[in-house]
């Protein structure tokens, strides 16, 4: 779509971007900004990270708030990097498997996918045509483009004139290529599928707190197809999935945390940048 004469761009403005690192981290943080300063900001960029956690078991010796914490640190890395607001983690997600272990909360699918519906009907009524979501969980994905599928329906049936241009992405920062890659070279197959060294790893640089409880572990159960809570639990009693978090280490978790934020905030420019991203 070719850009009519005063609209504003989808991404920030260089001046933006430096202006964003001169005020520092919190710049780029919607819940320090006054409404104003929002309304301001939608004259120079359309865009918005929104980072998408959960709050469920990690294994024996990982946090709770693992895949929250990893989001928010990647998402607000990426929004320093590229000038863009980060909204509040949206820190519960789909873990309904994850149930059978103390700690977990979970949103039914259909819950989360209200809520992110919500958050983008709303992001749109105001302007934001880009809506980019940071997510930290697997589990999530399915739900979240579902999401994306109804806010795109919603927001044409109540005519917001955003509604031909709004488009949503989801970007699991786990899985972009080079963290693949450091993770593989770092862990190999211990990497498993949950409760895994390189998550545990962003963590552990993120909060030192959570060093201390790491400990050895036994040999995990084989990542396999699960079928609810009990059925997780009875396969993977310790609640990993082939992963040997025992192998993180702080300064993994800092070289992650900047091929994650390095490939989303390349992702994020070029969504903001396409007029008409697939
Ligand atoms: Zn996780």
Known sequence: MPKSAGQPGHGPVSGHAAAAAAGGSDAIRLQLRSW????????RC???????????QHGPTGAIGTDALTAEAVA???????????????????AEHHLGFAGTVSLQPSTLMAVLHDVVL???RHGFERVYVINGHGGNIATGKAAFAQAYSTAAARGLPVAPRLRCKLANWFMAPPVMAKARELYGAREG???TPSE????LHLEPSLIGKQRPLPEPAPPGPIHGPEDFRRRHPDGRMGSD????????????LELAAAALAADLQSFLADDDPG
């Open 76 to 94: 607000l890395e990426v929004g320093r990097r590229t000038g863009v607001l980060v909204t509040p983690t949206q820190a519960f997600g789909m």
């Open 36 to 43: 104003p300063e929002v309304e301001a900001y939608l004259q």
């Open 200 to 203: 545990i790893a962003l963590t």
């Open 46 to 56: 359309r865009g918005v990270i929104v980072p998408l956690g959960s709050t469920e």
């Open 193 to 195: 599928h949950h409760a």
């Open 122 to 124: 709303s992001l749109a």
């Open 245 to 256: 978090p025992y192998l993180a280490q702080a300064e993994h978790g800092q070289t992650l």
